[in-house]
């Protein structure tokens, strides 16, 4: 009995031992796993952080080294994104254009957001000459003034605005000019020409680079072109050469044959050779551009646009002849 009992009480103490070994090395197990996925995490932690900082320090030497400041790079940024992704542009040429050395960008002008394609291939600032009136609107005006723009008043030369482009070109930097003043909305290839490009590239010494945007959109007002899908193909032509004019004065004759050469240039970009351009007039003043609407996801709003310009002219010429019939009453 003694024996049996001795045996069967042996029985549940191995079988105990057993148990509370299986437990402490299952713990012992367990907090070893604990350790390494810790030490893994402490690891993925480090590595996380040690790539954060040298990201930060790339970003710092690149914006050092960069021709932009920040704000003109976060600027550049998103016209990465808007030209690449909802304009679809590509580019054929290069900007033959060597650092700190001045030029004069002139193109062709068929949407509010036409510079957007030429600061794609710059690579550092370009101060486009940009109608005052757009200044006054929110948030573009702001733009205008980071990046550098020029204030400059439709028709004629305006004297301030011209002075400071030439200031700007002699220094050694990008000058972008629209010589049809005004967004072509014809189907003609070009509108007539205006020579202030001419002249500033006689005055700052410096090529003028011509360039051909295909594909750009416009639906009546500054705001359609920024939201409106588009394909377009920007052509930069060779650098053309004024030197041999550079010590002429730069008299209207001269003005108007290197103004017809340059836009000769832009048409040849065009797959047209054979265009013939037109000088603008001495007193001619384009329409300014409708800037009051602002557009939706569709083309709605450049019929808006074009009813509110027909309406107001349908006003004035309904006062004029009212005029006219009272002046006609008058003995």
Known sequence: MCGNHLTVSRRPTTFGLTICGGIHQ?????????????????????VLV?????????????????????????????????????????????????????????????????????QLLAGRVVHWMVAAEYFPL??????????????ARRGGIDTASTRQAIRYARQGELVGMLPEGRINETPVLMLPGRPGAVLVALKARVPIIPCYLHGARYAGTFWSSM????????TIGPPLDLSEYFDQEPTGDLLGLLTRRMMSEIAKLAGHPDFEPQLAGRHWK??????????GKNDRFAGVA??????????????????????????
Request: with cysteine; proline share 7%; glycine share 4%.
């Open 26 to 46: 299952s713990w012992s197990n367990h907090q070893g796993n604990l350790r390494v996925w810790e030490r893994e995490k402490l690891i993925a932690l480090v």
């Open 50 to 118: 040690g790539f954060a900082l040298a990201l930060a320090a790339w970003i710092v030497v690149q914006l050092r080294r960069s021709p932009y400041t920040p704000l003109q790079s976060a600027l550049y940024f998103v016209n990465v994104l808007m030209t690449r992704v909802l304009w679809r542009c590509s580019i054929v040429g290069h900007l033959n254009v060597p650092p700190n050395t001045g030029a004069v960008i002139v193109c062709n002008h068929r949407s509010s957001v036409d510079p957007c394609f030429i």
């Open 138 to 151: 929110p948030v573009v005006g702001n733009v205008l003034r980071f990046t550098g723009s020029i204030a």
């Open 227 to 234: 939201v409106m899908p588009a394909k377009v193909r920007l």
């Open 286 to 295: 384009p329409k300014p551009e409708s800037t009051d609407i602002v557009p």
């Open 306 to 331: 074009r009813c509110r310009q027909n309406s107001r002219r349908g006003q004035s010429s309904v006062a004029t002849r009212l005029h006219m019939q009272s002046n006609r009453r008058k003995p």
